[in-house]
Each structure stands twice: as C-alpha cells, then as structure tokens.
DNA sequence: GTTTAAGCGAGACGGTACGTCTAGTCTTACG
DNA sequence: CGTAAGACTAGACGTACCGTCTCGCTTAAAC
C-alpha cells in the first residue's frame, strides 16, 4: 500500500490569510457569476492564492462554497432562535415573513441555492448543507413548536418533527421550483393551514 | 437585426431517426453517468448523430432531457388521475405510496432529478418543468380533493391549491434534499396530518 | 481493443491557416524567450489557436519547433551545394565561414540550438533531427569532397563520411558546448589541417 | 539593492551529512529518471532534506548535478594521463577505445549528457562545465601529443589544441547528437584519419 | 427525373476550465 | 542560524467539452 501518510495536510500551518481571502472571494463570486460560471480558478485569482491552496483543503467548489456560506450565517442566526410571544400564529408568520425576506435578497439567496442545488446533485453534500444549514434551520421551528405543544396550544402527541416539515416543505418546494412566488400572503396562508393540522383534537 | 430567416431550421425535413436515437442516447446516459457527467459529445456519439445536430434542435442539454424524459411518461402517467373510492385518506396513501416507489426506482428517479436540479438553477427551464411535469402532476391531487370537497370531507373553503402543496411540498423537499428517506410510512404519516388541516371545521 | 482508429485526425481537414500560425508563433517565440520558457500555451495564444490544434497534430513542443524550423529552411539552403570552384580549400573555408555567419546570428541560432538541445535530450527526435537537417547538411559536404576526390585532389580511398565528420564534428563541438569562440581563423585552421588528413598519399 | 549580508549564508555552519546526501541522491536519480524528469523535490525528499537547503547553497539542478558528478569523478580520471608507451597511435586508440565504454556505461553517461545538455541550454553553466571537466579531458591529450611532437612523430608545427579538437571533435558530435553509434571501429579510423592530418610534413 | 438546398454525420476549430505538477519562496519549530 | 518539513503563489501541463464552423453525403421538395 502506498501508505495512509500523504493525504492530509498539516492544519496547524494552513494559512489563516489565504483561507479567509478564498472565502470572501467565493460568496463575491457567486453573487457576481453565479454558481455555474464560478470557477476554481477565479476564486483562486480574486483571492490571490495558487489554486493549489484550494485543492489541498477542499474537495469541491461546492465544499468551499459552503464553508464560505456557513461562515457568513454561522454566528447570529440560529443562537436566538423563534421569539415566543405565547402567540405561536403570530410567531410564525412573523419568521416566516421574515425568511421571505432573506430569500429575496439575492446576495443571501445566490449562494444558498448554488448550495441546494450543488446537495441536491450530491448526496453527499447534502448530507452536509443538511447538518450545518437546514437541521439547524428546522431544529429551532421544532423548538417553538415544543414550547406551544407544553403550553398545550398544539395537539400533545403531534410529531414536531414532521410538523416542521409539513411547515417548510411547502415553502422549501416553491422556492427551489420557483413553482409560485414567494409572499408574504403564501406563508401567512400556509401558517393558518398548517395550524390546523397542529391544533389539539 | 438577423434576418428572421436564419433562425428556425426547416422542421418538415426533420429526421425522425436522429431525434428519437437523441433522447434515448440522453435518457441511457443520464442513468449510466448522472446529469453532470452528460455530455452533448456523449450523447452525440451515442445516437450516432453529429453535434450539430442536437444544437439545432435544442438549446441546451436539459432541454434534451426535459424532451426525452417527457416522451417517456407522457402517455400514461396523467390522464386516468387519482382513483376515486370514496375514501380521500386510502386513495391518498396509496398513490403517494406509488409515488414513493417511483422516486426510489432510479430508472426514473435519475433524470428526473437531474432535470428538477435544472430546473432550480434555471427559471426558464423551471417554468417549462412546472408546465410539462409538476403541474399536471399537481393537478391530479387537486383534481381528487375537489372531488372530496363535494362529497362534504374536506372543508367547502379549503384552498385546494395551497392544499396540495402542502401534502407535495414536504414530500418534494425530502426528495430534492435528501433531508429524510422516502418511506410508507412518511407519506402515510404526510396525509394523516395533512388531512386534519383539510377537515371541515 | 480500444481500436486502432480514433488516434489519428483527418488531415485533409486541417487548417493551414492555423497551422502556418503556429509555426510561426513558434520561431517567433523561440527568439524572444528561449526554447525553455517556451511554452504551448504562449504559441497557441499568440498564433490565435487552441491549445488543442497544436496537441492534436505535434506530440512535442520539439516537434513543432523543428517542423518551425524546417518550413523556413528546407527551400533554398541544400538545394546548391557547395560551390566547386575546382579550388577545394578555398571553397570549403568560403562555406564555414559562412556557416559561422550563420550560426552567430541570433535568429538562426536560438532555435537551431533549442532543437540540437531538445535531440541530446530525446532519441527519437534528435533522429528526425538528423534526417531533415543534420544529413542533408553533411551530405552537401560529402558531396563536394566526391568531387574532389573524382578530380583527385583527395585521396581515392578516403572515406568521405568520415572526413565530413572530421571537418564538421569539431564546429559542431565549439558551438554547442561553448568551448570556444567560433572565428573565419578557426575554420580556416580546420580546413587546413583537416584537407592534410584528406591528401592523397 | 539588498544588502550584502542576504545573499551568501555562513559557510562554515553547512551541514556536511546533508550536502553529502544531496549529491548522492542527485547521481542516483538522474540514473533512475533521467534529467527532464529530475526534480528538485525528488532529490530533497530522497536526500531527507528540505527544499531551501539545496536552494540556499546552489543556483539551479544543473548546478548541483555538476557538483554531484565532479565530486564522483575528480580524484581519478584526470591524474594519471595518457600513458605513453612510444605509440602514438596505439595510445590513442585505447584511451579512446575506453573512452567509447565510458559513454556506453548508462551510470556514467546519464548524468555527463544532463550537464553537457544543461551546458548547452546555458552558457555561464557551460563554463563551468569546461572548466571542470572538458578543459582537463582535453588537456590530457594535449599533453600525450605534446610528448609525440617533442619525439618527432607529429609535425613541429602543429597546434596541439586544434589538433584535440580535430580528434575529441567528431566524437563527441556523434555522442551528443545519435549521429551514428559510438563503436571501437569509429574511433579507431578517426585515430587513423587525424593522425595523417597530424604528420610530420 | 432532375435539380437544389436543407439536414445530416463527422470532426477540426478557438476557447475555457479542469485538476495535477513543479518551481522557487516563505513560515514554523527544532537543535 | 542552519535545518527538515511543508504550505504558499504562480503558472504550464495535457485533457475534456463547449458551442461554432466547415466538409461531403444523403434526401426530400420544387422544378
């Protein structure tokens, strides 16, 4: 065997410089170019890096990519998760209100679906956009909805799971299908619809 | 301008042999290589037709696809719709189980997803997949819960539109993302919730 | 098999716009940057050329260079011969120093020697290197050195091929390895003492 | 300009064991691989070295092979000179003849051809070369001559450096270019041609 | 029936980006 | 400070496809 040395680099010397540069030149990038016409080799040049360094620590333009998504998300958006006014109605028209908002805004929306698209051609990755990006997504609906099932405003043996996905499927679908718009109307709608489903017996 | 003539080859002197060798060779290769890896040169080669060819008459490789996959469910698929047993939760269950088979059998699963991946990186192509594929797919659902509205078992206001996305759209995003596995017993838990949202109030 | 097929391109196709191009760029290259930063990218960027054309008809960029090479000599230069003036010394020296003119003049000999480095690196090419210009060179000399001989003015038993490679081996040897400067007052010491080995006995 | 003190590091901390695993590992893979494909990582990784320690102490791969090759070479080849037993014609030929075997043995001929090739490509180099090694080989056959002239077997007038040149000339034009194989045959006529140009008047 | 012009298979073309390789420099930790 | 190790910028390598462009050949429509 050739050995199992060789392989992976020595991480306590890669460059904190060079990875940050390929990062922000990635997000820049794509939100210039769009995923398709992103290339390893621009990345390289605007980050000012031999394309090398991007081969030695990533697998894939769409790994890089995520890096460079989660690291600009990572931070604020899931710490607070869905604020609980007691009225779990409002709350989630509210955030879902707000979530049109950020899937409107294309330098947010360019690189998230760049990532949806790369995960839905690799299982693989999307078991890693999975992980960092829609489980903590869902995780903190799943939450809210714990909250409002132990005040008893949803049925006791609801799954909250699949709740969550009752709630975000439908938006998720029109979204990555551009099947219709995304509105507020569409997910005020979609809330009182799926309410129904949750309420207690 | 180009002159108006320039643009449209002459479709009467089509050949017939080509274009049937052209979206069996896309649909072959589709299964054997994956979307990324399908090549116009591929396709070309295996159809025994030059380049060219396939330029003429589509605009890009997903246009052949979106072709190829079509003529291959066409027929069938949409025209009888859901059955109608008087039993909306059986009926459901048991096309959305089918369905679950179909989109775990990847003879179909393959190019359908490569086209839906199309589809998401570009809207123009995603209007044409909505038109030719989701929407009359979608149709057959909303087709069934009108029938079920008159029979009095779902609520006389029920948006049906909204309604079907809300029994398609969690099963569409476990699909696309590969979020969660495509079982019986998710579609079977999918009505039984979505089915307490439609309920006469 | 893979096939015995597929390797070699339709020549009847090829451009000769583009191949012109090519050997042209190349010589112009050679001159300016030197056979070991000469690269096929640089030739195909300044012929107007993709890097392809130049792969799918030279294995080498050694070859290119000699076919370069070739294209602006193989006309005139061994068409003649050596003058014969009947004076055998006078006509020899007469054709060294030119020869010295010849390969001090930079745009001859940068890639003439590009392509003697690339032949004392490589077998294979330093043999086509030998067909199209090293022989023909040698045979000029050989020839003259017949007439001589027919007219006795060498010896009758001389081996000419050799007595070429007494004249011209050690030129050679100075210009390609620097040893010493190439002067009229070297060739003209090397013919003298070089005719005194070809005198008849 | 920078400063004085950058450019040439201590000399007296030089590491022994490494400059010694260097050239060692230098001769042995320009025998295995040959010198295009010599890397400077090739030789630092087998010799156990860092890459910078070869570039702090050597201007280039050519440099350090003409280290690795003199050093292999120095102590012997060049003390003794060509014995002298009376025979000018039989000395000659059997140095000669050994020489031939030299340029036959792959060990010996592998990494002389990279430095003569390197030399040719590189003028400053090329001195070196001389110096180191063409210049003495040349010189003992000046030498052995010298004595033939002053015991009257050559021509008094005779200048002994063209003369070698004469001689090591062709030779060395057939070795560094294929012309045509290096053989006990060939070097003898040579001996025989260059000795009539070489006679006493 | 012949003519003629389009579509056709084939594949060379100018390009772009790929992922790999090596050069030569720079950085870190050690002795 | 020299060293072993190895990450770094830079850029050429040879390959794979792109979409366009001839080439002759075949073939259906218009004469």
Redesign the interface.
């Known amino acids: 065997m050739k050995s199992s040395t060789a392989k992976t680099p020595d991480t306590s010397r890669r460059s904190e410089r060079s990875r940050t540069a390929i990062l922000q030149a990635s997000m820049e990038l794509v939100g210039e170019v769009g995923?398709?016409k992103l290339t390893i080799e621009a990345i390289a040049s605007r980050a000012g890096v031999g394309k090398q360094t991007i081969y030695r620590w990533w697998p894939s333009k769409a790994a890089v990519l995520l890096d460079a998504f989660t690291a600009t998300v990572d931070s604020d958006e899931y710490a607070n998760g869905i604020p609980d006014s007691g009225d779990l109605e409002a709350d989630l028209k509210a955030v879902l209100r707000a979530t049109v908002d950020e899937f409107t805004d294309p330098s947010f929306e360019a690189p998230y679906?760049a990532l949806?698209?790369a995960?839905?051609?690799d299982?693989e990755l999307?078991?890693q956009?999975?992980e960092r990006l829609?489980g903590p997504g869902f995780a903190v609906y799943e939450r809210r909805l714990r909250a409002a099932q132990e005040a008893g405003q949803v049925d006791p043996d609801l799954?909250l799971s699949?709740?969550t996905?009752?709630l975000?499927?439908?938006?998720?679908?029109?979204w990555?299908?551009?099947?219709r718009p995304l509105t507020y109307e569409?997910v005020d709608?979609?809330v009182d619809?799926?309410l129904?489903?949750f309420?207690p017996r």
């Open positions: 995923y398709n679906r949806a698209i995960g839905a051609a299982a999307a078991a956009f999975a829609t799954d699949l709740a996905e009752l975000l499927g439908p938006f998720q679908q029109r990555m299908t551009y099947y569409f709608d979609l619809m799926a129904r489903a309420a």
